[in-house]
C-alpha cells in the first residue's frame, strides 16, 4: 500500500513552455500533499504544501505565480512550471501524507526536468 | 522554523563494520523523525522512523536513537552491505504540521 505515482518521469522543454507534473495517491486518500525540488547532490527542498480544495502554501523564495499547484482531489496534485527557464531544470518529487496530522509521508519517483 | 543539521556529509565504512549519522534540529516542538534512503535518481524510502515519546527503535540491522533533550537523533547501520550504500537522510517534523524539514544528507559508501 502507500503508492504514490509520479507522470512524467522525464521531461525535456524548450525555455518559455510551460509543463505540468502529476503526482497521484493510488491506493490511498491524500489529504496533503508536497512539492519537493532537488539539486544534484542537494537535499530536497519543500516548494509548497498543497491541501485538496484549498490554495496552496508556498515556502519563503518558491514563486506562486511561476509554480502553480492543484489540488483537485484527494489522489491527485499537480505542479504546472509555467514558462520554464534553464535555471528551473531540476529533480521534482511529490510526497503525500495519507491522514492528518500524521507526519508519514510517501515519495513519488520524481520527475527530472531539462529546459533548454 | 525548524532546521535540521545533519553530519557527516559522506562515509565510507568496510563492509561489515557500522555507520553512525548524526542530525540535529532546532524547534523543541518537533517530535516525529523518520530517515529515509535515496538512490541514485530514486524516490527517498523510509527506512526507519521514531516519535519523540521513545528514545530508541530498532528494525534489524537499522536503529535510530533519540535525544530530546539535546535535540538531536541518531541512525544507526550494523554490519554494513554493499546495497547499503546510498544518500540517507533525516527529517524533523511536528504533529499538525504534516510538513518535512530534511537534513542535507550523508552519501554512505559501503567498501567490499
Known amino acids: 500500500g502507500a503508492v504514490v505515482s509520479q507522470h512524467p518521469s522525464w521531461v525535456i522543454c524548450k525555455s518559455g513552455t510551460s509543463v505540468k507534473i502529476e503526482c497521484r495517491s493510488l491506493?490511498?486518500?491524500?489529504?496533503?500533499m508536497f512539492w519537493y525540488r532537488q539539486f544534484p547532490k542537494q537535499s530536497l527542498m519543500l516548494m509548497a504544501t498543497?491541501?485538496?480544495?484549498?490554495?496552496?502554501?508556498?515556502e519563503q523564495g518558491v514563486e506562486k505565480d511561476k509554480f502553480l499547484i492543484n489540488h483537485a482531489s484527494l489522489t491527485l496534485s499537480t505542479l504546472t512550471v509555467t514558462s520554464a527557464h534553464p535555471e528551473d531544470s531540476s529533480f521534482y518529487i511529490c510526497?503525500?501524507?495519507?491522514?492528518?496530522?500524521?507526519?508519514?509521508?510517501?515519495f513519488g519517483p520524481g520527475t527530472r526536468l531539462t529546459v533548454l | 522554523g525548524e532546521n535540521v543539521e545533519q553530519h557527516p556529509s559522506t562515509l565510507s565504512v568496510q563492509e561489515g563494520d557500522s555507520a553512525v549519522i548524526k542530525c540535529t534540529y532546532s524547534d523543541s516542538a518537533s517530535n516525529y523523525f523518520p530517515w529515509y534512503k535515496q538512490e541514485l535518481g530514486k524516490r527517498p524510502q523510509l527506512i526507519i522512523d521514531?516519535?519523540?515519546?521513545?528514545g530508541e527503535k530498532k528494525d534489524q540491522r537499522i536503529a535510530v536513537t533519540l535525544n530530546k533533550t539535546a535535540k538531536h537523533f541518531s541512525l544507526h547501520i550494523t554490519e554494513t552491505q554493499p546495497e547499503d550504500s546510498a544518500v540517507y537522510f533525516c527529517?524533523?517534523?511536528?504533529?499538525?504540521?504534516?510538513?518535512?524539514?530534511f537534513g542535507t544528507g550523508t552519501r554512505l559508501t559501503v567498501i567490499p
Open positions: 491506493d490511498f486518500q491524500a489529504t496533503t
Open positions: 527529517a524533523a517534523s511536528k504533529t499538525g504540521a504534516n510538513n518535512l524539514f
Open positions: 498543497s491541501n485538496e480544495g484549498s490554495k496552496a502554501t508556498y
Open positions: 521514531i516519535r519523540s515519546n521513545v
Open positions: 510526497s503525500a501524507g495519507s491522514v492528518a496530522g500524521v507526519n508519514e509521508q510517501f
